[in-house]
């Protein structure tokens, strides 16, 4: 099992930035391909950016292209998503999601972070 707890969100101006971090125990994340996800209030969850095992791979959605960086830090069992030129649409609950590739392994989410950007 994985306990993941996200951290860092809250409120900003649009143009602002914020860093969100996830924190894991339970087990040691480097075995784990991370991403965040955000969802909106009425919208589905939908995925932002992921980081490989390593860290050498990163993939974003295009909303966030450019604005917003993943990372993580295997040795502190912690990722981060920088997010920076923040919008009134990136407003969302962001989520940190840490799974095991391989054919059926498993997934572990965190309980979120408010993010609220104002215009």
């Known amino acids: 099992q994985v306990q993941l707890v996200e951290s860092g969100g809250g409120l900003v101006q649009a143009g602002g930035s914020l860093r969100l971090s996830c924190a894991a125990s339970?087990?040691?994340?480097?075995?784990?391909?991370m991403s965040w996800f955000r969802q909106a209030p009425g919208k589905e969850r939908e995925f932002v950016a992921s980081?490989?095992?390593?860290?050498?791979?990163?993939y974003y959605a295009e909303s966030v292209k450019g604005r917003f960086t993943i990372s993580r830090d295997n040795a502190k069992n912690t990722g981060y998503l920088q997010m920076n030129s923040l919008k009134p649409e990136d407003t969302a609950v962001y989520y940190c999601?840490?799974?095991?590739?391989?054919?059926?392994?498993?997934?572990?989410w965190g309980q979120g972070t408010q993010v609220t950007v104002s215009s």
């Open positions: 339970g087990r040691t994340l480097s075995g784990y391909d």
């Open positions: 999601k840490a799974t095991r590739p391989a054919p059926g392994g498993p997934a572990y």
């Open positions: 980081v490989s095992r390593d860290g050498g791979s990163t």
